[in-house]
């Protein structure tokens, strides 16, 4: 969207998404959550954006340093979609974490399909945190302890351990999964949300388990008049 | 019972009946929660931008499927599209029979590739008119001086 220049105290979010419908969805869960937005339909023009091309040979090239380099904005995060055409989320993410002037930026996958190992393959590869579409406003407050620590420590080593605890994390949450946990009436807003938290997670590796589809199709209010 | 407040129960029974009914799922909730004084039109615009969507790999499927020798990545490939917007909105319905249709398509199977086609193509005109029918009540609401509380 707007290339306007930086707000300075904003966290600038880069999204990127082929879907016109997602774009449209995460920019205002993003600016909702009073982050600047700027959404991009490909990995390529990501790339791009951040000021990153490739060699004919398909090498990455930094950009050679000048004031006129295309990163005149700076990106505190970047959230892709997995599935895309021509470079897929993966892809991108590999090439973030690649590029020397780029890979301390982080990166969140965003996916509609509940795959483990593609959210292992993820997480290993650097991205800090996976999320499972649709996005909610509650995926988002998994945010914020990144967005903390960036400002805090630019530390390599330390974001490097991450990754390993959130797979434990996240095998944890397995074993302690409740399949009753469905069937509960719906709390008030805010325990939801923090309920949304938890169950998004105990909900990716849940699903995995299950023989059915892997899809988060199951409805949450059953006729509880919600114009809200 | 003046003129607003029936209406505004009207709307409220219409909006707990599609859910009910299944025609939409939490995420269309998400949608509200998303619209605001900011952005008072967001709800109608992402469901439009769906409809336009859905209309265009509607059309994309009927061609690909009337091949004499079909392209079933294609196809898959439309439906997955159409699976990622309808959960987007909230379109249940619609998302479960891209499921099933998903399926069919793995399975290289036209028959059901077709059939699921045409329950897409029913379940999608379904909602169609009962989103249209609910921004329409919305609307008249606030012409007459109501507002929904989101």
Known sequence: MGMAATESQQF?????????????????????????????????????FLGLRENHDGTPNTPSVSPNNHQEVEVNMVITDYCM?????????????ESSSLRNIPVVIMSSENVPSRI?????????????????????????????KRSKLKDEDQKQQVIPEKIENLLEVQKQHQPQEEAQPQPPLEQQQQNNNNSNKRKSMEQSLSPEPTDRTRPRYSGIATVV | MDVVTQMQRQLLQYTS?????????????????LQDESNPEFVVEVVTLFFEDAERLLNELSKSLEQESIDFRRVDAHVHQLKGSSSSIGAQRVQRVCIAFKNFCEQQNVEGCLKSLQEIKQEYSLVKTKLETLFKMEKQLFAAGGSVSR
């Open chain 1, 12 to 48: 600038h979010v880069l999204a990127v998404d082929d879907s016109l419908i997602d774009r449209k969805l995460i920019e205002r869960l993003l600016r909702t959550s009073s982050y600047q937005v700027t959404t991009v339909d490909s990995g390529t023009k990501a790339l791009e």
């Open chain 1, 85 to 97: 055409p021509g470079m897929t989320g993966y892809d991108l993410l590999k090439k973030i974490k």
């Open chain 1, 120 to 148: 292992s393959r993820c997480l290993e590869e650097g991205a800090e945190e996976f999320f499972l579409k649709p996005v909610r406003l509650s995926d988002l407050n998994r945010l914020k302890p990144h967005i903390m």
């Open chain 2, 17 to 33: 009946s599609l859910f009910k009914e299944g025609f939409l799922d939490d995420q269309f909730n998400q949608l509200q929660q």
